[in-house]
């Protein structure tokens, strides 16, 4: 009972922190996506892909949520974007204290688009608002058409799904079909989107619907 209470008491203060963030994003005009997964999905490569598309169009900003290592901050700092990396130091999930944070490093004078990159888990990061105004869902072909099934909060607080390594396809059993149908079972209407990181395949259609939503 005592659990349950304390948890509501976090994630009150923490919805408390997302509403004063997102009035900020607001009031600087900063579109901002929260990227979840599960690890190794393709969250970073998509951002790669992102960034060598938009980065001569839009200022892009991300942060980047891990357990452990820079790596992430690593991959992406080679390009004309500010990324800051948060070590969550075991947390399996960033919350909106960190992003808050993490804002302080970045010129909010100098963005359009905030990326945050989640920690890479289906479950921690659902109920953590970190003041997005879109949240994205990547499901990888690799984990198996049933995941939106077993997952199914995290696929329900998404605003869009991107199916990513299909390229992957011709040498799994996975069925690309089922897969969309079990992501509209549990959100109907929920937009969704291929894509492979990887060959670069579907980055275009990505892009476009990032830049027509941040008008
Ligand atoms: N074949 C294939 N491999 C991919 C694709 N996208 C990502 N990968 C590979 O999958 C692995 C994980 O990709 P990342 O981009 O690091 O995944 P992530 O979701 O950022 O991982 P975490 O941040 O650790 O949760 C890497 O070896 C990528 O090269 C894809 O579309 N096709
Ligand atoms: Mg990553």
């Known amino acids: 009972m005592k659990v349950i ?4 008491k976090v994630l009150k203060r923490n919805d408390e922190i997302a509403e004063e963030i997102r009035e900020l994003y607001k009031q600087k005009g900063i579109f901002t996506i929260n990227l979840v997964s599960s690890p190794g999905a393709g969250k970073t490569s998509i951002l790669e892909n992102i960034c060598q598309r938009l980065e001569s169009k839009v200022n892009i900003g991300i942060i980047v ?6 790596n992430d901050a690593k991959r992406l700092s080679k390009f004309n974007v500010q990324t800051v990396q948060i070590i969550t130091n075991g947390a399996c999930h960033l919350d909106a204290k960190m992003v808050k944070n993490a804002m302080e490093k970045i ?3 100098k963005l359009d688009i905030l990326f ?5 888990n289906l479950v921690c990061p659902t109920n ?3 003041g997005e105004e879109m949240r994205i869902v990547i499901v990888s072909t690799t984990e198996g058409d049933d995941k939106p099934l077993k997952y199914p909060p995290m696929f329900h607080s998404a605003d869009v799904a991107v199916i990513n390594k299909i390229d992957l396809l011709p040498n799994l059993p996975s069925n690309i ?10 959100k109907p209407g929920l937009k969704i989107l291929e894509t492979s990181a990887y060959k670069g395949t579907g980055i275009d259609a990505l892009c476009d619907l990032l830049l027509l939503k941040k008008k």
């Open 128 to 130: 953590y608002d970190l």
């Open 116 to 120: 945050i990159e989640n920690v890479g």
């Open 177 to 186: 079909d089922e897969m969309k149908k079990n992501l509209l079972k549990i």
């Open 107 to 109: 010129d909010l004078d």
């Open 5 to 8: 209470e304390l948890e509501k």
């Open 65 to 70: 949520g891990d357990v452990e290592t820079e």
